[in-house]
């Protein structure tokens, strides 16, 4: 069986992991997005499943930081937003 079975879609999963939730969606399996707060931080979670990108923005005050991640897939992408929320948190 497939892990990917037991995992909800992308913006299901990450909405999870944020403090605050603004905004979460996805637009006919061409993406799927989740802004909020974690802590001092917003963020911007931005999947495209076909083109296999994962894109976010973390700003905090006039720090911000802007980046472009090649996934294999859905899990993959959701394991990356974990390690990113993990090094926010410290």
Known sequence: MDLLHFVNAF???V??????????GEANGYM???VGRLGDYEVYFLWFPRTKK???VLKSGKVQKEAEVEVKNRLAAIAQVEKIVQELKR
Request: aromatic fraction near 10%.
């Open 32 to 34: 799927e997005w989740v």
């Open 54 to 56: 994962l894109v976010y």
């Open 11 to 13: 913006h299901i999963e």
């Open 15 to 24: 909405s999870k992991l944020l403090d605050k939730v603004e905004s979460l």
